[in-house]
Structures are given as C-alpha cells and as structure tokens.
C-alpha cells in the first residue's frame, strides 16, 4: 500500500483518553492493491476506516468501474446509506480527474476511485494536493494480476522462529 498525506496528530493527541477521537485527515492519499479472488481482504483492511469517517457530515464517493453498489451490502457494512454517494460506468481514463475534482470540494470525507494501471509520480502528486486542499481522503483501489503475483521474486528478509517449527 503506497499512502502519501498528512494526519491531522494534534487533534489526536490533545483528545481525551476516555473518549473516541474523530479522525481528521487534512489530506491522505493511498494506493490499495487487491487480488480480485480475494474481496474480503480489503473489505477487512478498508471498512472500519470507512464506517468511521461515515460519523462526519461529508459524503462517501464511490467512483466504480462497472459494478454498482448494493444497498443491502452498504447497510449490511456499517455504511450510513444516506451519505453514500456512487458513480459507475467511469472509464478509467476520467477516473483520476474526478478524483481530484471531488477531493478538492472538500464535500467528501473519502473519495474511492478504481484504476487499471499504476499512477506516475505527477498523478499522486495531483492527487495528494486535492486531498490536502478538501482535506479528504483518496483511495486509489488497483486490481493486482494473480499471475504476476505467481512468477514474481520478492525480496525481503526471512525471519525463522522456534514457535513455529
């Protein structure tokens, strides 16, 4: 996951501990790979994010490609239905523009929008400065090819444990 933005600490920080602080984002972009064989990983990972913001007065932007959101599955989700605002048919090549159109209102607590290809560093930038300007957030969902997954040589550090062996 690629997240580039600011998180507004000092409203978190001089929150009392009792109580449950509101999330205030003056601006968050993030890229969110996903296999599509595997939905309820990212419902997992992004929807207590979306249930919380779902408290603000904003609207929630769904920017899909084809598919069209189920109310049952948004009221089934913990998603205020009322403030769910959902746009389908966007050809990939408008989505990144409606994003940065709809993050820089400021209407928006998150705006959601699917693209096919990974953004360049001026379409983050782009990004990242309309969802500071509406101090939103932006999720960039990107499908990841299960079969580049198979062939790819990751690199990283091998942790072994005892505990598991």
């Given at each position: 996951?690629?997240?580039?933005?600011?998180?507004?600490?000092?409203?978190?920080?001089?929150?009392?501990?009792?109580?449950?602080?509101?999330?205030?984002?003056?601006?968050?972009?993030?890229?969110?790979?996903?296999?599509?064989?595997?939905?309820?990983?990212?419902?997992?990972?992004?929807?207590?994010?979306?249930q919380q913001l779902g408290q603000q007065e904003r609207w929630q932007l769904w920017l899909t490609p084809q598919q069209k959101l189920s109310?049952?599955?948004?009221?089934?989700?913990?998603?205020?239905?009322?403030?769910?605002?959902?746009?389908?048919?966007?050809?990939?090549?408008?989505?990144?523009?409606?994003?940065?159109?709809?993050?820089?209102?400021g209407n928006y607590s998150v705006v959601i929008g699917w693209v096919t290809e990974a953004l360049t560093e001026e379409e983050h930038l782009?990004?990242?400065?309309?969802?500071?300007?509406?101090?939103?957030?932006?999720?960039?969902?990107?499908?990841?090819?299960?079969?580049?997954?198979?062939?790819?040589?990751?690199?990283?550090?091998?942790?072994?444990?005892?505990?598991?062996?």
């Amino acid at each position: 996951m690629y997240t580039s933005g600011y998180a507004n600490r000092n409203a978190m920080a001089s929150a009392p501990a009792a109580s449950h602080p509101q999330f205030n984002a003056t601006g968050l972009i993030s890229e969110v790979l996903y296999r599509e064989d595997q939905p309820m990983m990212t419902q997992l990972l992004l929807l207590p994010l979306l249930q919380q913001l779902g408290q603000q007065e904003r609207w929630q932007l769904w920017l899909t490609p084809q598919q069209k959101l189920s109310r049952q599955w948004v009221q089934a989700s913990g998603l205020p239905l009322s403030k769910v605002m959902q746009v389908n048919q966007m050809s990939p090549d408008t989505t990144l523009e409606s994003m940065v159109r709809a993050l820089r209102t400021g209407n928006y607590s998150v705006v959601i929008g699917w693209v096919t290809e990974a953004l360049t560093e001026e379409e983050h930038l782009q990004l990242a400065n309309a969802a500071e300007e509406g101090s939103a957030i932006g999720f960039i969902m990107r499908p990841v090819r299960t079969t580049s997954l198979a062939s790819r040589q990751f690199s990283g550090l091998k942790i072994h444990s005892n505990l598991y062996h």
